[in-house]
């Protein structure tokens, strides 16, 4: 199995999941005022917001894979140790 949720190991995967997707709902619902904290110009801000929110979904789609990819070269690397 790919993830261990047992205690410790699972409670550290289950808060990053919980994070995961309280940062992608934050970065999806509010992605117009976090564009006008960085830029003052109307046009170019509405660009912006239109990229966080791209750039959000993507890396909500790709972030388990991430997640997977290290925690199985992790264990091969473990492996190889012992």
Do not use: H, W
Request: net charge positive; proline share 2%; hydrophobic share 55%.
């Amino acid at each position: 199995m790919i993830f261990d949720f047992r205690y410790p190991n699972g409670f550290f995967a289950r808060v990053a999941y919980v994070f995961n997707i309280v940062a992608q709902v934050v970065m999806i619902s509010m992605s117009t005022q976090i564009a006008n904290s960085f830029v003052d110009e109307t046009a170019v801000s509405a660009e912006v917001a239109r990229m966080l929110i791209v750039m959000a979904c993507l890396l909500f789609l790709l972030g388990p894979l991430v997640t997977i990819e290290t925690n199985v070269s992790l264990k091969s690397k473990l492996k190889r140790r012992v």
